[in-house]
């Protein structure tokens, strides 16, 4: 994983061409404000967040995007396999869950906690799901 995330940091913009355009994509399907895009991107400047959405080929690639990014699309691609209707996977981030993991809250509230680990343990919780372990 190290190496993989090494060629990916190298390749820089030719990656964040293809990779923030579909991590937007799938905000925009969840629903989401700019500041909760901002907290998930680990992001605290507003602006940066607007210039990455225009023209992504210029984001700075780091460790710590490819890692929220990972989550996300994990995250994202489980949601797709355990609940084929788009309409209840995007529905199920913002749906209270009686889990003991989200204490009656939505996951999404997890999720903005803002931590790398939030996005890890609800990833974490839809693999196990799948039988993704």
Do not use: C, H
């Not at 190290?2 to 579909?22: N, Y």
């Not at 990014?69 to 995250?75: C, E």
């Not at 809250?105 to 839809?126: C, E, H, K, S, Y």
């Amino acid at each position: 994983m190290i190496a993989q995330a090494e060629q990916l940091l190298q390749r820089g913009s030719s990656v964040t061409r293809s990779l923030l355009p579909a991590i937007f994509n799938i905000f925009s399907q969840w629903r989401l404000t700019g500041a909760q895009q901002m907290t998930l991107l680990g992001l605290s400047n507003e602006k940066t967040l607007y210039n990455w959405k225009s023209q992504p080929e210029k984001a700075k690639l780091t460790r710590d995007l490819l890692e929220r990014a990972s989550y996300i699309l994990g995250i994202y691609k489980s949601l797709q396999i355990l609940l084929p209707d788009q309409v209840l996977a995007d529905q199920w981030l913002a749906t209270p869950n009686d889990n003991p993991l989200f204490n009656g809250t939505a996951p999404m509230d997890r999720l903005l906690a803002g931590q790398v680990v939030d996005l890890a343990v609800v990833r974490d919780f839809l693999d196990a799901e799948r039988g993704g372990w």
